[in-house]
């Protein structure tokens, strides 16, 4: 048990060249120092990835889907934003349940752009972590885009002095 109410910290990361819905978003969770970094992706472990012409399937229709860890493809990225966390214990647990009953809870391992994307998993994690600062309104479509404005909204802005 932590004395001081820490457990860990949630980071959520997101990738959107342009403001392109075309994008990757991903989460890393740090626990005893060590940082794991988890993302939804199409397709299988062996098959990670798709073209912009897949869109209409990937929008249209549930295929595979997987999580995978250590999601570490965008890190270097410079269109790379994030923002992170501070999680108790209490927290921390309700966010490996939701890592852990991705799919169980939804019934399927599907993947589809409307609600079973990268984006919705980052967004999900925060939300299963009670991060209230993340929560976006329930019409929103949750794309790498609106998760990197979001992120983008909520960190601190320097002003520098005149």
């Not at 969770?29 to 209409?56: H, M, R, S």
């Not at 994690?125 to 979001?150: C, D, F, N, V």
Request: contains cysteine; proline residues 6%.
């Amino acid at each position: 048990m932590d004395p001081f109410g820490l457990s860990g910290v949630l980071t959520i990361f997101s990738d959107s060249p342009n403001g392109d819905p075309i994008g990757h978003a991903f989460i890393g969770v740090t626990e005893n120092g060590k940082t794991t970094y988890i993302g939804q992706w199409p397709g299988t472990a062996d098959n990670i990835g798709f073209e912009k012409g897949d869109l209409p399937r990937l929008f249209f229709s549930k295929m595979e889907g997987t999580l995978v860890s250590p999601d570490t493809s965008h890190l270097r990225s410079s269109e790379l934003t994030s923002i992170s966390f501070d999680l108790d214990d209490m927290q921390m647990s309700n966010l490996k349940k939701y890592v852990d009953n991705f799919d169980v809870e939804n019934g399927t391992k599907g993947y589809n752009l409307r609600n079973r994307q990268c984006a919705s998993f980052a967004y999900g994690a925060s939300q299963a972590a009670g991060i209230k600062e993340m929560k976006m309104p329930w019409y929103k479509w949750i794309t790498p885009a609106s998760l990197a404005k979001k992120i983008n909204s909520l960190k601190p802005k320097i002003k520098c002095p005149s």
